[in-house]
């Protein structure tokens, strides 16, 4: 969702902020804006759409003020427009405030602070910050954001920037990330470290109800209280290459290639081949902990909840520990039972996913120990949570999730070993999960390789206007992840069901039109799938199969197959999701839409 960079050095701002911006283009937006301050005056300018209107708004502008920020919104409150953009100003167009994040009570000061003379000019929440500071402005900037953020209801992470105060940035925390960036002679503030990496690997994330207020030499951190904090700094270990897309045309083609390191990363250093044992060194608990963990509820979003869900069978099967999967959004309203016995983790890519957040936070209120499975390292479901573990698939870019669904399944797995190993678990079967885990990294390398034939495949089913997805057991969640990647890049209506739900219903849909995909693996419920195939095909339903390779009696049943390797059933997931990952991204190729930005979304969703 929306984005913010800031910057106070001693270059001149500009370049650095619209190639900030550029950076951020990934969380999704609908508008940009940038301002930067010079002897005494603003010079800001926002444009509605894409960041290229904005930088040939100001191609010629070539300010060359050494303090400046920049915002990409995505439409919360007030339509994306022009007007509604950041950065917004106070009344005398001396201070100037970016914003993520929601204000609550916006109205209710909005009418307080316009019976004091105050002029709006947006529609947006945000706007209320810059009034609000400037009512409360008595020459101190710090003084004045602290007291105005106490009156605030909601989230936020802000910057400000004040003409009588040239060379000061502050920003501020609560429940919307703001990383500080910190090079000799020069600072930075984004939303994550993405616009940072490029000047800087050495950062502060800001705790909630913290305030930074940066110059070119120097950096003060404090409470909104006005209490001294002395943050920690964090080495950020990625290389500004692999955000990047490296010669692929798009990131989700390049992160849909990254599938076989993500697993092999997840991996790394976790599992123990000659003891079949696993070891997640992060969650905090010790053996008999983990012993005593009677019941696991996962909390999560989207494809992170898919994943999830594939990780319920895995679990079950082989640590035999009860599973629920709840959607993080809804989890809240149905007053969960969390008891004695129950671990909750919490499943997300970017870690700033409100509804996890509040999921979570929720969790932790029922007295439950919370752990998270996450990407984005230093995100505040990573700091928040009691341990847990990251799953190191490195910077993911494109709004749809594709190798951190990998991690996030190979962590599963992972973690179904460490318990099962913990409780029931055969030494031989946990040598077996080992050995055949180590091979899956090569395995989805020979998925890819039939890149060319499923892009061709994707070509000639661009005309189809819905489909089925349709897996039983753990591939039910990949037949949901499939049709959710089709939908999010391709705009393609798309439905998944388990297998044997379609004659209960769905089934009346089928028809040479409405294509089937359908995941049946050579597992154990190959039999019973193959009858469900048989009753689409004799109602004349069009389908692809993904299917082991080697199973030539397939071919005869469905239109087109894609093959993959065999593995334990368990594990089958962790190959199938491939070939949907890829056909969701080569039919949106072929539909002209923008893959790694598709309309409506944001790729870390920071509102409720
Ligand atoms: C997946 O392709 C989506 N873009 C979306 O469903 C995503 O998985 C969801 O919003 C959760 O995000 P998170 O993993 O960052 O928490």
Redesign the pocket.
């Known amino acids: 969702m929306c984005g913010i960079v800031g910057y106070v050095g001693k270059r001149p701002a500009q370049s650095i902020l619209l190639d900030g911006l550029k950076k951020l283009e990934y969380r999704g937006y609908d508008s940009a804006g940038i301002v930067v301050c010079d002897k005494g005056q603003l010079h800001l300018e926002k444009t509605l759409g894409k960041i290229e209107n904005l930088e040939r708004a100001i191609k010629n502008k070539n300010w060359q003020s050494t303090l400046g920020m920049a915002h990409t919104r995505w439409a919360t409150h007030g339509k994306p427009s022009d007007r509604n953009a950041h950065p917004h100003t106070d009344c005398k167009g001396e201070l100037v405030i970016v914003h993520n994040g929601i204000i609550e009570n916006y109205q209710k000061l909005k009418q307080a602070l316009q019976k004091k003379g105050h002029q709006f000019k947006s529609e947006t929440d945000s706007e209320v910050i810059a009034h609000l500071i400037e009512e409360n402005y008595r020459g101190d900037l710090g003084a004045a954001v602290r007291q105005s953020l106490s009156r605030l209801e909601g989230t936020y992470g802000i910057a400000v920037i004040h003409v009588k105060h040239p060379d000061v940035l502050i920003a501020a925390r609560k429940g919307s990330p703001v990383v500080i960036g910190l090079k000799e002679n020069e600072h930075f503030v984004a939303s994550d470290v993405t616009p940072l990496v490029s000047h800087t690997k050495d950062v502060i994330y800001l705790e909630d109800g913290e305030i930074a207020e940066i110059t070119p030499s120097s950096y003060h951190i404090s409470t909104i209280n006005n209490e001294k904090r002395e943050p920690a700094i964090n080495h950020v270990e990625w290389e500004i290459a692999e955000a990047e897309k490296q010669g692929y045309d798009h990131y989700m083609l390049k992160e849909i290639f990254e599938e076989p390191d993500a697993a092999r990363n997840a991996m790394l250093g976790r599992v123990i081949p000659e003891e079949g044992l696993a070891h997640l060194g992060g969650l905090n608990m010790n053996d008999d902990e983990m012993r005593e963990v009677k019941r696991i509820v996962i909390v ?6 898919y994943a999830a869900r594939a990780g319920e069978y895995m679990i079950e099967k082989y640590a035999d520990i009860p599973v629920e999967v709840e959607y ?1 959004s809804e989890f809240r309203y149905r007053d969960p039972v969390i008891d004695q016995g129950t671990l909750v983790f919490a ?7 409100a509804d ?1 957040l509040a999921a979570m936070k929720e969790a932790k209120r029922k007295g439950a120990r919370v752990l998270g499975i996450v ?2 390292v230093g995100s505040t ?1 990573a700091r928040e949570s009691d341990g847990g573990t990251y799953i190191h698939a490195g910077p993911e870019i494109g ?4 190798k ?2 990998t991690g996030q399944l190979t962590i599963l797995a992972i973690l179904a070993l460490q318990f099962g190993r913990l409780k029931n678990m055969p030494f031989s079967t946990g040598q077996k999960l080992v050995k055949e885990l180590k091979t899956i990294p090569q395995k989805i390398e020979s998925i890819l390789e039939q890149d060319k034939a499923i892009k061709q495949l994707a070509e000639s089913y661009a005309q189809y206007k819905n489909f089925f997805f349709l897996g039983r057991g753990a591939n039910y969640p990949i037949a949901l992840e499939g049709a ?2 089709l939908k ?1 890049v391709s705009y393609v209506h798309a439905e998944a069901y388990p297998m044997a739900e379609l004659k209960h219903g769905p089934i009346a849909l089928i028809d040479r039109n409405f294509p089937s995909f359908v995941i049946v693996p050579k597992d154990s419920y190959y039999e019973k799938n193959i009858s469900n195939v048989q009753e689409i095909k004799a109602r004349d339903g069009r389908m692809i199969a993904v299917a082991t390779k080697g199973d030539s009696n397939i071919s005869n049943l469905v239109d087109e197959v894609i093959y993959v390797p065999k593995t334990l059933d368990l594990l089958i997931p962790l190959l199938t999701v491939v070939p949907l990952h890829l056909f969701a991204y080569h039919l949106a190729v072929a539909l002209k839409r923008d893959v790694d930005k598709p309309r409506n ?1 944001a ?3 920071t509102v409720e």
């Open positions: 999560a979003c989207g494809s992170a909840l993080a499943i997300s890519q970017s870690g700033e996913t996890t990407n984005v479901i709004v749809a999730s594709t951190a669904f959710l990647k999010e979304l790729k870390s969703v």
